[in-house]
């Protein structure tokens, strides 16, 4: 069981400025960092491999935030 007093992770994230150029943004930056951190777990090697564990894993993700 998670402490009351940890943060969810997407609350550790709120403040960071999406760099990216608004219309060359298809998914929030908080949706990215999260599939990202997710899939680096699983031992993703590269962007091919976050992206099929986002599409694996695409229900257990949604249960976190919904997908754009």
Same mark, same amino acid.
């Given at each position: !069981?998670? &402490?009351? +007093? #940890? @943060? &969810? /992770? =997407?609350? %550790?994230?709120?403040? =960071? $400025?999406? @760099?990216? =150029?608004?219309?060359?943004?298809?998914? &929030? *930056?908080?949706? #990215? /960092? +999260? /599939? +990202? %951190? *997710?899939?680096? !777990?699983?031992?993703?090697?590269?962007?091919?491999?976050?992206? %099929?564990?986002? $599409? +694996?894993? $695409?229900? %257990? #993700?949604?249960?976190?935030? @919904? *997908?754009?």
């Amino acid at each position: !069981m998670i &402490p009351e +007093t #940890v @943060p &969810p /992770i =997407i609350d %550790l994230f709120n403040d =960071i $400025k999406d @760099p990216r =150029i608004d219309r060359k943004k298809c998914y &929030p *930056l908080i949706e #990215v /960092i +999260t /599939i +990202t %951190l *997710l899939a680096a !777990m699983t031992f993703a090697k590269g962007w091919e491999d976050i992206e %099929l564990y986002r $599409k +694996t894993k $695409k229900g %257990l #993700v949604k249960t976190i935030f @919904p *997908l754009s």
